[in-house]
Each structure stands twice: as structure tokens, then as C-alpha cells.
């Protein structure tokens, strides 16, 4: 390691060593709080059913309900200790190793998802909201690329809940109809939509990647994995064509789609598809992919949490920071190993 990062890193590694023993001591009392707040809820409950039948205990009910609330503003020591290392000390450490990095800890390109056009294909079309996480920014030598954690959520039924709400309004019809007797406004009370109730619910967890080559081609390739592909229809209505290419296992798993059929012979050659099916037979997974106007983006679903944290784990020195660096070289061999060929490009 250079002389002059090892020292910078031993620097940033006690100030966050010192940041690490003040939380895990805190961290003790933190879940004695959580067990007293469990159990006044607890209490607070039965105290709230007790009252519906005999309003006595009001006023404990007030003082439970204060003392739940100042409990709450005790926030998690791990969460305060990862806060610290996102906002405060992972930003300086990237840009110290590469000027043109720039890392944000809660954060999204949200134009960058749209130019991809993968959230309006195959599954990724049923998503109400985003999330993004870990972002980063910078240069992979004349590449431009950005990558962060993105969780797609959409909406689910809740069944229990609906199924409440579906019995109370059972209980409602019988009032109902003796109020329209006496009063004429009795459908008011019905059971209706409103006791339909859902959850949203995270379908999508994973790394978005995106790299400008600084090339310009016209047209777009995507390529979707089979098993995610709910979207023909989509393609067709854009007129785009489906295709096969020269790779056997990249046409039994993902269904390709092109505006322009020249185009993927010049850049889905057979070196580029082995690249992919690597990616697959390394990590497990299927990423979503679209060459669009010279960019290439990049969807692949991962659960792992990048830039981890650990309250029980000792930064002795600058080497606590070296895990967080391997990651950002892997997502920079991705976007290098995806990289075109040069002489491709007289040929687009």
C-alpha cells in the first residue's frame, strides 16, 4: 500500500475506532431500552382495552404513551457508528483514492434508471417506489460509471389485514340497515374498498450499474432474462425485434431485443457474451442489461449490503478500510470487462 494512503487511512481508522467504542458501549444500554419499550407497548395495549371497558386508567395510559415516545428518540448505536462511517469517512477515503470518486450513503440516480428503459421491462414494470443506497461515482480510467443498491418495492395484498376489515364490515351491515330505515343514509356504512388493505413490499433488491463509454453508437440492445421477461408486448409496441446471438447459453437464458439487428453482431460478439455468461457462473444471478446510445446499464439482484459495519469488530489500523476498496475494484472489473472493443466502432 502507498505511504501516503496507508497513513491517511491509519488517520481516518482511529477516528473511527474511537467512534466504534463509544457506540458498542452504548450499544449495552440500547437493549435494555428496547426491552422496556417492548414492554410498555406491551402494557399500554392491555391499559388501552381495560379503558374501552372502564375509563380508569387514563392518565396512565398518557404517561405510558410519553415515556414510549422519549424511549424512541434512543436511536441504535450500530445505525449512529454506520452513519458516522457513510457520511463522514467513506466520502473522504474514495475521493483519497481516486479524485473522481464521489460516494453518497443514501442516494440514487433516478434519470439514470429511466435512460436504462429497464424499469419499464419484465418484472421491474410493477414498481411504485425506489430506494437507493451506497452510491458512487466516478472514472474507470476513460469510463464513466456510477453504481449504487437499488430496492424496487411494489404493492401486495395484505390477507390478514383484509380479512379484519372484511369481518368488521360484516358487523357494519346490520347497523347499516337500521340507519337507512330511520335516516336514509345508511349505504354510508358499508363495507367498501377502504377495507382492502395492502403492504409494500420489496420484490427487487440489487446493484445498478451504469457506464458511459464515451462511444456513440445508434439504436439499443436489452437483454432480459427469461425468467423475468413479462414484457413482448412492450417490445413489440416499440418495434423492436427479438434476436438470437452466437452464444448457445445466453439464448436459453435471456430473451434479446434490438432496434437495430447489425448492431448486435458488432457488440453481442461471442467474447462479449462469454463476459456475461461469467457473470452468471460467478455470481449465481442474471443480470438485466441494455446497451442504449453508446452507454451499457446493468441490474443484477443481490442481497448483500455493501460497505457492512460491525460494532464488535476492532479497526486497528488503515486495513479495516481494504474490504470497502475490493468492492469498488470489482464493480470497476465489471464495467472493464464489459467494455467494447475499439475497432468495433468504425463499423457502428
Known amino acids: 500500500m502507498a505511504t501516503p494512503l496507508f497513513t491517511f487511512l491509519n488517520e481516518k481508522a482511529q477516528i473511527l475506532e474511537s467512534e466504534r467504542i463509544k457506540n458498542l458501549r452504548l450499544s449495552y444500554l440500547y437493549k435494555i431500552v428496547r426491552l422496556i419499550s417492548v414492554l410498555l407497548k406491551l402494557a399500554m395495549i392491555v391499559i388501552f382495552i381495560i379503558n374501552l371497558i372502564i375509563p380508569v386508567f387514563v392518565i396512565h395510559l398518557i404517561i405510558g404513551g410519553v415515556l414510549f415516545i422519549l424511549l424512541s428518540l434512543f436511536k441504535n448505536p450500530k445505525e449512529v457508528f454506520e452513519t458516522r462511517l457513510k457520511t463522514e469517512i467513506l466520502p473522504e477515503v474514495f475521493k483519497f483514492v481516486n479524485t473522481t470518486f464521489e460516494y453518497k450513503a443514501s442516494s440514487y440516480n433516478l434519470k439514470t434508471l429511466e435512460e436504462s428503459e429497464i424499469l419499464e421491462k419484465g418484472i421491474f414494470q410493477s414498481a411504485i417506489d425506489i430506494e437507493g443506497d451506497d452510491y458512487v461515482r466516478g472514472k474507470c480510467g476513460t469510463i464513466d460509471m456510477e453504481f449504487f443498491k437499488i430496492k424496487l418495492y411494489n404493492k401486495k395484498l395484505n390477507y390478514p389485514k383484509t380479512a379484519a376489515g372484511c369481518i368488521f364490515g360484516l358487523f357494519l351491515i346490520p347497523y347499516s340497515i337500521i340507519r337507512s330505515i330511520f335516516h336514509g ?11 382492502i388493505f395492502y403492504d409494500d413490499k420489496i420484490f427487487f433488491s440489487g446493484l445498478f450499474m451504469h457506464a458511459d463509454f464515451n462511444r456513440h453508437f445508434q439504436g439499443k440492445i436489452i437483454l432480459i432474462p427469461k425468467k423475468a421477461d413479462y414484457a413482448k ?8 425485434s427479438q434476436v438470437n446471438v452466437s452464444n448457445s447459453y445466453i439464448n436459453g437464458h435471456y430473451n434479446i431485443y434490438t432496434s437495430n439487428i447489425n448492431l448486435v453482431n458488432l457488440i453481442l460478439t461471442q467474447s462479449l457474451t462469454v463476459k456475461i455468461e461469467n457473470i452468471f457462473l460467478t455470481e449465481k444471478v442474471f443480470p438485466s442489461i441494455t446497451f442504449i446510445e453508446g452507454k451499457m446499464y446493468f441490474a443484477t439482484p443481490c442481497n448483500k449490503d455493501f460497505f457492512q459495519v460491525s460494532l464488535n469488530k476492532k479497526i486497528a489500523n488503515g486495513d479495516y478500510f481494504i474490504p470497502y476498496l475490493k468492492e469498488v475494484e470489482e464493480f470497476e472489473e465489471i464495467v472493464k470487462e464489459l467494455n467494447f472493443k475499439d475497432d468495433i466502432w468504425n463499423c457502428v
Open 185 to 195: 343514509d345508511g349505504d354510508d356504512y358499508l363495507p367498501d374498498d377502504s377495507l
Open 233 to 240: 408486448s412492450v417490445m413489440a409496441a416499440e418495434k423492436l
